[in-house]
Every structure is written in structure tokens, then in C-alpha cells.
């Protein structure tokens, strides 16, 4: 079992469509999760972060943290042509460790 | 401006050749990391170093090295050990080493390809 995994995508949705992406760890011990958006070509940029368990929002972001699952989700509404990206899922226990990214493409 | 700077962009390198990836910051962070990427994967830990003069191996550390002789500065070098090394290679720092709510930050990265 990889110590994360992310729902393997490609993930499509029209424009102004709530984006719905997963996220299963194996470390019991991870206390911080995070939520990185990566444009083609480009390094991966921080956009949430989540230590407790339940829900966190940020504009039209929402991470959700369930810690007894083992289950961390991010929620994107109102979705725009702009968001479509790899989003990668990261989990800190011991280490920073990357799921291999879910693909999101927002159709106009 | 406060970052991370990764030099060269591009990276080309020829078979047997060592060359050596530049990661600097000015973020006054603890720990920085060096991260491999491959198409359609996600991030591979090679090293991270918590603290100046220390530096630890991470999931995939066999043909690489580094040093962390000043705060700013963790470069990685890939050797000819490294049989298959392109790929994108991604430096990262926070502020603290593995504490909760230590959020990493990442450089725009060097493209390395083997000619």
C-alpha cells in the first residue's frame, strides 16, 4: 500500500461545478496535511494546510480532515478553467509525502 | 523578495558526468529538502537536512549527494552513480524541520535530462 494515495483522475468538470478530490494515508502518526496545486511545467504551490480534524475553507477552497479514516479531501467550488492542475496531496508524518497527484481539468 | 532559487532551469548532462543542482534561500528556514518528480508521479524525497552540517537520507538517496554548509544553501549533486536521472528536481524549505503546522515552500525547479 502506498503511504498516500490520491483518486488516479483524470477529473473533469464544467466550469462553476463543485471539484472533488481525495486523499488516503497509511500513517496513523501524520499530524499535518496539505493541499499543493502544480500547473504544467511549473514547481507545486502551497494552497491548504489542515492539522484537526473536520473542515477548513478558504475562498472557494475547503480541506476536510477526517484523522480516524485516514482521510483528507479537497473541496474546490465555483471551479474555474484557471484551477485545472495536478493537485497533490501531502501528508507529514516522519517525512513530507506526495501522493503521485490527481489531474483536474475545468471545461468552459 | 523572499524565496527559493533554483539554478540552472535547464540541465543537461552527459553520461558518466557528475553535475550539481543549486538550491538557495533567504527565508531564514531550518530545513530544506530536495524533492525528484517523474511524468505523472508524484514527489520522491532524496534528502532533507534539518539543520546546518546535517543532512539525512530520504526515499531514493542511491547516485546523489549533497552538503549543507550554510543555512541558505543545500545543493544536490547527481552522480554517475544515478543510472536514470532525468527528471524534475524540486527544492523545498520550512521553517522548522517535521513539526506540525511547518509548512514547506517550494523553488521553480531544474529540469534535468541525460544526453
Known amino acids: 500500500q502506498k503511504e498516500v494515495e490520491q483518486n488516479s483522475g483524470p477529473l473533469s468538470v464544467p466550469e462553476g461545478a463543485i471539484a472533488s478530490l481525495n486523499c488516503t494515508y497509511s500513517d496513523r502518526g501524520s499530524q499535518s496535511f496539505f493541499w499543493y496545486r502544480q500547473y504544467s511545467g511549473k514547481s507545486p504551490e502551497l494552497i491548504m494546510s489542515?492539522?484537526?480534524?473536520g473542515d477548513k475553507e478558504d475562498g472557494r477552497f475547503t480541506a476536510q480532515l477526517n484523522k480516524a479514516s485516514q482521510y483528507v479531501s479537497l473541496l474546490i467550488r465555483d471551479s474555474q478553467p484557471s484551477d485545472s492542475a495536478t493537485y497533490l496531496c501531502?501528508?507529514?508524518?516522519?517525512?513530507?509525502?506526495f501522493g503521485s497527484g490527481t489531474q483536474l481539468t475545468v471545461l468552459p | 523578495d523572499g524565496g527559493i532559487t533554483q539554478s540552472p532551469k535547464y540541465l543537461f548532462r552527459k553520461e558518466g558526468q557528475n553535475v550539481t543542482l543549486s538550491c538557495e534561500q533567504n527565508?531564514?528556514?531550518?530545513?530544506m529538502y530536495w524533492y525528484r518528480q517523474d511524468p505523472g508521479q508524484g514527489l520522491r524525497l532524496i534528502y532533507y537536512s534539518q539543520i546546518v552540517n546535517d543532512f539525512q537520507k530520504g526515499d531514493i538517496a542511491e547516485g546523489y549527494s549533497v552538503s549543507r554548509e550554510k543555512k541558505e544553501s543545500f545543493p544536490l549533486t547527481v552522480t554517475s552513480a544515478q543510472k536514470n536521472p532525468t527528471a524534475f528536481y524540486l527544492c523545498?524549505?520550512?521553517?522548522?524541520?517535521?513539526?506540525?503546522?511547518?509548512?514547506?515552500?517550494f523553488g521553480q525547479g531544474t529540469r534535468l535530462t541525460v544526453v
Open positions: 523545498a524549505s520550512s521553517m522548522r524541520p517535521f513539526d506540525r503546522g511547518t509548512e514547506a515552500f
Open positions: 501531502a501528508v507529514r508524518a516522519r517525512q513530507l509525502t
Open positions: 489542515i492539522y484537526s480534524n
Open positions: 527565508l531564514n528556514h531550518d530545513a
